[in-house]
């Protein structure tokens, strides 16, 4: 497939709209469309006004307004919107009968481009059963707010064509982003670390071991702030597995079976690849890149404390 150039963005709400407004300021022609006319026609007002105030903000280059002025039109209907469009990306509520229902309106209005669910934990095997060719179906989960999350899920199921998944990361990519294919699984990849440590953070509310605050101040100002940077397998080959290795057996007299060693990790301890520090671990990190790595990871930490610094706390109390 060439290049993307045509895009509509079913689903003009909150996330549909910062979807749409990203693919337009990456060179798309975006339709976006809802439920009506006039809602899609609101709700692309709404989203100048909202670049109006993000270029004005800083937080959009330049032109931005412009660009989305030009690339983003509301369409009348669905069938609109889809027609000719090379890639459809649907955004509709997190509901299963909406989605196949909505889907296939699209199938039905003749659309030929790849079709995308923007889903945080639907499996996209179940949304797929609902259509007629889903070959060129897959789900691409953005963050929220999606202009300003660098990353997205890409969630191929069992059919979906090599081409449309390397379509759809190369758009991503043209929009800022960083794409990454994962499985068809319940939850993804960011979903299931997500609610993971959301559940564990209740727990320990639940057994008084802290406030909720005390929580979110120890995760932002520790572990928390590394994420910003690497994620968890940089962070245990950089610790040394050993390290995390013995702290999972702490945990696991601790908290039980729950909280044991996963058997991988014991494993590549047992075979002497602890991380970093013997040049191989789970990410298999060079030894010679050591040094390179640490001073790298110390000068992005101390901007990203300025950068802590410089913003304040965040306004969620008196």
């Known amino acids: 497939m060439t290049e993307i150039r045509t895009a509509a963005v079913v689903g003009s709400g909150y996330m549909g709209g910062g979807i749409a407004q990203c693919l337009a300021l990456a060179g798309v022609d975006v339709a976006l469309a809802d439920v009506s006319a006039e809602v899609a026609t609101a709700n692309y007002e709404r989203l100048v006004a909202e670049a109006e105030a993000f270029e ?6 330049a032109g931005a307004t412009a660009t989305i002025r030009e690339r983003l ?9 889809v027609a000719g469009a090379e890639y459809i990306q649907e955004a509709v509520p997190e509901d299963l009968t909406i989605k196949r229902d909505i889907l296939a309106r699209v199938e039905a209005a003749g659309a030929r481009g790849i079709i995308a669910t923007n889903t945080s934990a639907l499996p996209i095997k179940d949304i797929a059963d609902g259509l007629t060719d889903p070959s060129r179906f897959l789900g691409v989960h953005w963050m929220n707010p999606a202009p300003f999350v660098p990353g997205a899920e890409i969630i191929p199921h069992a059919t979906t064509t090599q081409e449309a998944i390397d379509a759809s990361s190369a758009l991503l990519a043209r929009a800022g982003k960083t794409p990454a294919v994962v499985s068809d699984t319940p939850g993804f990849v960011a979903n299931r670390l997500q609610f993971a440590l959301y559940k564990e953070a209740v727990r320990l509310v639940e057994e008084g071991v802290a406030t909720p605050s005390a929580i979110d ?3 932002s100002t520790t572990f928390g702030f590394r994420l910003a940077l690497f994620g968890p397998f940089a962070i245990g080959d950089m610790a040394g597995l050993d390290i995390y290795k013995a702290s999972y057996d702490s945990l696991e007299a601790g908290y ?4 044991a060693a996963p058997r991988s990790l014991a494993e590549h301890v047992a075979d002497g690849e602890l991380g970093l520090k013997s040049g191989s671990g789970f990410l298999d990190i060079p030894a010679e890149r050591t040094a390179e790595l640490i001073a790298y990871r110390n000068r992005a930490y ?3 404390s300025a950068l802590r610094a410089e913003l304040g706390p965040a306004p969620l109390g008196e």
């Open 302 to 304: 101390q901007r990203l």
């Open 56 to 61: 004005e903000q800083g937080l959009f280059p």
């Open 73 to 81: 039109i509301p369409a009348t209907s669905i069938q609109e919107a």
């Open 256 to 259: 039980g079976e729950r909280l």
């Open 217 to 219: 101040d120890v995760v």
